[in-house]
């Protein structure tokens, strides 16, 4: 998890750098709506009824059991994957 960085930094450094705009703007709007990888732990849970397929135990939003994080919360899930 060496890669994460938390988002008051990256907002503090596009303020101190991003002379103002409307993109400044939207940017920092999409920073602060994007789900924390840090915040949820979660896994691909296997279940047949929904045709094989695995779903993710935060959201239960469908998803591949081999993601490192489901696209829809932004869940961890480098855990068990649970069959």
């Keep these: 998890m060496s890669d994460l960085i938390s988002k008051k930094s990256l907002l ?3 303020n101190a750098y991003v002379v103002g705009s409307q993109d400044k703007e939207f940017i920092c ?6 789900p924390s990888a840090q915040q949820k732990k979660g896994r691909w849970v296997f279940d047949e009824t929904l045709d094989r397929h695995y779903y993710c135990s935060e959201c239960k939003s469908m998803g591949v059991d081999y993601w490192d994080y489901c696209p829809y919360c932004g869940a961890d899930m480098r855990g068990e994957v649970n069959e």
Aim: proline letters at 0%; a positive charge.
């Design 12 to 14: 503090n450094k596009i």
């Design 29 to 34: 709007k999409l920073i602060k709506e994007m």
